[in-house]
Structure formats: structure tokens, C-alpha cells
């Protein structure tokens, strides 16, 4: 079993990838509570562990790559911010048919259109539907397989 922090990084992944793919190519605001929920700074005004960790991974992802901004919004977040080539390409691309049967539910309609079926086995759709299903197991594999493999040997790098 992953590290509940692991899991909820993976989450919070899902939800911004998800979020900014549904506005690309505009630029929007990605705020931490929108992904992680509500929180209350202490008496100090520190922010929760919880907080900080979704902040942290919104900066990460920008560090590796997978989105661009302008600035931070203090610790709430980042301001105009936009998937990269490489993200959106790669959340719009075709996941392995496996992984597809792993993660979507069985289609009721056997002989769908190829455009939606094409649409239904993208990386995006597969977050969409690991998010859905509530599945920290299904989140994780979904967000593993979009950003953390070569699409060319499956392998986790």
C-alpha cells in the first residue's frame, strides 16, 4: 500500500491535469483549494501539511514540465497557468488498449463510432474515469501511466 501523501499526490495530479485540459489552450488560475480542498491557516498563518503538499506538487509539475504560469499566487495558487505541449499531447494521445480495459468500464455499446472510441482511449479519459471511480489504486496506475511511462515500453521511470 502507497504512502497516503503518494496517493493524494497522485490525486492531486489527476485533478489539475483534468482541469486544465477542459480549459486548454487558455491560460486559468489553479487554485489549491479548488484541488485539495478548504483549509484554514493557523494562528500564524501557515497553511495545513495537506495544503502545502498540493501546492508542492502544482510547483512540481511546472518544474517538470507538464504546465507553465506566470506567478504564484501566494501559497493559494498559481496564476495563468497552461498545459505544455508535451502534457497536452500526451493526455491526448492513445493509451495501451490494456490499460484502457483496466481502467473504463466495459462499454455497453459494443460498435461505437472509431472517432468515439478513439476519444474514449485517450490518457485524458482514462484520468477522467480514475478520478470517477473514487479508486486511489485506479487514480495512481492512471496518472502513472500518462506522465510516468515511455509510451514506448510501458516501463515506470
Not at 88 to 103: I, K, Y
Request: negative net charge; hydrophobic residues 45%.
Amino acid at each position: 500500500m502507497a504512502d497516503i501523501h503518494v496517493e493524494e499526490f497522485y490525486k492531486d495530479v489527476a485533478i489539475a491535469m483534468i482541469q486544465l485540459y477542459s480549459a486548454f489552450p487558455r491560460r486559468i488560475n489553479l487554485f489549491v483549494e479548488d484541488i485539495a480542498g478548504p483549509d484554514e491557516p493557523d494562528e500564524f498563518g501557515l497553511h495545513s501539511k495537506r495544503h502545502m503538499a498540493c501546492f508542492g506538487t502544482l510547483l512540481w509539475l511546472a518544474e517538470e514540465g507538464l504546465l507553465r504560469y506566470v506567478d504564484t499566487i501566494r501559497q493559494e495558487a498559481l496564476d495563468q497557468v497552461v498545459l505544455t505541449r508535451d502534457a497536452f499531447t500526451r493526455l491526448s494521445s492513445p493509451a495501451p488498449m490494456a490499460l484502457v480495459r483496466a481502467l473504463t468500464e466495459p462499454m455497453s455499446e459494443p460498435e461505437l463510432p472509431v472517432s468515439v472510441q478513439k476519444d474514449l482511449s485517450t490518457y485524458i479519459h482514462l484520468l477522467r474515469s480514475a478520478f470517477k471511480s473514487g479508486s486511489s489504486s485506479q487514480i495512481s496506475l492512471a496518472v502513472q501511466s500518462a506522465f510516468f511511462t515511455d509510451s514506448n515500453d510501458g516501463r515506470i521511470h
